[in-house]
């Protein structure tokens, strides 16, 4: 009886640490700039946006992109249950040619860890 009541108290208590967290929902997990010319000063820019659909404060932790063609940007205060967040992606298309296809993991404090968002586009050639 006394295992029993343990158990439940334990199954309780794991139960409640998980109805408390963050949840990051994104708007859009990949965004297509189409055509972008190449060249310097050229850069082309993303707001993703990010609710935390969670019973707790949500944070982003760190962001690593795949090039160092792409910069980001992020909120860094905890993020509320039901508040939103950015995470501001910006793609240099100086000295790119071609199609692109680049990926950029968020890192927070949710369950999940990790979340992927995905910016792609074709750097074309400037006429002239």
Do not use: W
């Amino acid at each position: 009886m006394k295992k029993a009541l343990l158990s439940l108290v334990f199954l309780l208590a794991v139960g409640y640490g998980r109805a408390s967290e963050p949840a990051l929902v994104f708007n859009v997990a990949e965004y297509d700039f189409g055509r972008v010319p190449e060249g310097r000063n050229n850069e082309v820019s993303y707001d993703f946006i990010l609710r935390n659909a969670g019973d707790s404060p949500l944070v982003l932790t760190r962001i690593i992109t795949s090039c160092k063609c792409v910069t980001t940007s992020y909120t860094r205060k905890p993020i509320p249950p039901g508040g939103e967040g950015v995470v501001s992606v910006t793609y240099d298309p100086k000295k790119q040619q071609g199609v692109f296809y680049k990926a950029v993991q968020v890192f927070s404090n949710a369950p999940e860890g990790i979340h992927i968002i995905v910016i792609k586009g074709e750097v074309v050639r400037n006429p002239g």
